[in-house]
């Protein structure tokens, strides 16, 4: 009854700074991606709904990267908070281990990280579509239609609207020029006293109405510097409605935009891709290879290389014959139709194999891209357990609860995982590495750390323990101090300055009765 009292109290005490550290963590990350897209959405008159619906599909995305440094937050923070308030010192002393004591926590991080699986693998990939897809559809959008006093509008296709004045009451606009020149072959100018330019309510329609102005319509043909016309028209109230595309917000199928992105696969798709790829990279090879080994570099040493040179009966049909004759040449005529021969077969090989290496290199990219992204979602559970095993034995030995030193603490170890796992996946990326590799390096650094802190904090090691420190280096002082200098030369820090001050004071003193007698 006893132990399980404890336990609970244990993971309650870890709860709250989990989903306080969890929510904290996911709000600054989603500040990081909405500073990011906010030119895109900005001014295109986007609903709220789509708007919260992208952060919602943005802040699952987050969670991956999120997790981890919200559990190690947390564990540093509880076990700190226990250390502090002297009751984790209480436990030990009633005969609990600190695994013993942890146990509650270690079972609540296994869940989590299973789960974790099922979020990155299921969740998230159907998150990271959707989002990419709005973002895509948000892109195509244009922006709302906003005049500026004296600047030209250019977000409509082939026109070009400038207005010196615009009424921000009614709308009203004043001294309108238009450049219109959707129509081939020609091109209209209109000058307006004022009007009105405004979208429909369903964004297909530009409404033009404008008032006293003028129209110039000059049309051309492909004589247009001796052959042209210009006409010129006059009207009080002219109305026009264009139809406009681009100004709405529409959705695309999701389904087939993406499907070439390995982040919006689980580990069965990527599986399935992986196996393709590597088939496909074997033969986009071989088809970059063997038209350049055989039809450019050896069209006929192919054959010559399977008869020996004593059984050849014309050795002069065979090219490489031809060149060993030309080589021999003493003239300059042989040697240089030699030298343009190979120059003129190497640049046609490296045309051609140009051409078919593209293919060969996308797949290979595609390849790389899908095994990280297949191993990303294997190695995030296990980060997980990794940043948990860190944070609790570190919590234990600063025995310091709060959001100071735990967050700095917790920043440097993310830090440093972060720009190991970029370094590794860029590596992946590259071929440098194996997919394995890269993905895993984080992994494999981390978790020596991992085990040295638990067992550092389950011996009641003073790792991190200032006060440990300040006391060791006074004992070391006072051992240095009686072989440092003399007694009688010994002083301490406030009678130094005494003695500089008179020093200063007696020199001061002097200048002022040098000064006074001369």
Not at 161 to 173: F, N, T, Y
Not at 194 to 203: A, C, E, P, Q
Not at 344 to 363: G, I, M, P
Request: charged share 20%; net charge positive.
């Amino acid at each position: 009854m006893r132990l399980k009292t404890i336990h609970r109290l244990v993971l309650k005490a870890y709860l709250g700074p989990l989903v306080m550290t969890f929510f904290i963590v996911t709000f600054v990350l989603m500040m990081n991606f909405v500073w990011r897209y906010i030119d895109e959405l900005v001014g295109k008159g986007l609903d709220a709904g789509v708007i919260i619906e992208l952060i919602c599909y943005a802040t699952i995305n987050m969670i991956p990267l999120g997790l981890p440094l919200a559990l190690l937050l947390a564990a540093i923070m509880t076990m700190g908070n226990l250390g502090e308030n002297f009751e984790l010192q209480a436990m030990k002393s009633a005969g609990m281990s600190l695994m013993r004591i942890m146990r509650p926590l270690i079972v609540v991080t296994i869940f989590m990280s299973i789960g974790s699986f099922f979020l990155v693998n299921n969740l998230v990939p159907f998150a990271n579509k959707r989002m990419l897809t709005i973002i895509y559809d948000i892109r195509r959008q244009k922006q709302v239609l906003e005049f500026q006093d004296g600047l030209f509008f250019n977000g409509i296709d082939d026109m070009s609207i400038r207005v010196e004045h615009q009424d921000p009451v009614s709308g009203l606009l004043h001294n309108v020029l238009i450049y219109d020149n959707r129509s081939s072959g020609s091109t209209t100018t209109t000058l307006a006293e004022k009007g009105y330019i405004r979208l429909s309510d369903d964004k297909k329609f530009l409404l033009v109405t404008l008032y006293n102005g003028e129209n110039y319509q000059q049309t051309r043909n492909r004589d247009w510097y001796t052959k042209n016309a210009m006409r010129r028209d006059r009207f009080d109230v002219q109305d026009a409605t264009i139809p406009m595309e681009g100004f709405d917000f529409q959705r695309t199928d999701d389904n087939n935009s993406m499907a070439n992105n390995s982040q919006t696969k689980n580990l069965a798709e990527l599986q399935f891709d992986i196996d393709s790829l590597d088939r496909m990279v074997d033969e986009n090879t071989a088809k970059s290879y063997e038209p350049l080994l055989k039809d450019h570099i050896f069209t006929r040493d192919i054959q010559v290389l399977k008869i020996a040179d004593s059984l050849r009966i014309d050795k002069s049909l065979y090219r490489d014959a031809r060149i060993l004759d030309s080589l021999n040449a003493k003239t300059t005529r042989g040697k240089s139709q030699v030298w343009n021969t190979a120059h003129s077969v190497a640049v046609n090989s490296r045309s051609s194999f140009s051409l078919d290496e593209s293919a060969a290199k996308e797949s290979l990219n595609q390849l790389y891209r899908s095994k990280n992204d297949w191993h990303r979602k294997l190695a995030l559970p296990i980060s997980v357990i990794i940043f948990f095993l860190i944070g609790a034995p570190l919590g234990a030995i600063i025995r310091k609860g709060g959001l100071g030193t735990p967050i700095v603490i917790s920043v440097i170890f993310f830090v440093i995982y972060y720009v190991i796992s970029l370094s590794g996946e860029k590596m992946a990326k590259e071929g440098t590495w194996s997919s394995m590799m890269g993905m895993w390096i984080s992994t494999f650094v981390l978790t020596p750390v991992a085990i040295y802190l638990l067992i550092k904090a389950t011996n009641d090691s003073s790792l991190l323990d200032t006060d440990w420190y300040h006391d060791k280096f006074k004992e070391i002082k006072q051992k240095i101090d009686p072989y440092w200098l003399p007694v009688k030369h010994r002083i301490t820090a406030t009678t130094a300055w005494q003695r500089f001050s008179s020093v200063c004071s007696r020199m001061a003193t002097k200048l002022k009765t040098k000064k006074a007698k001369s």
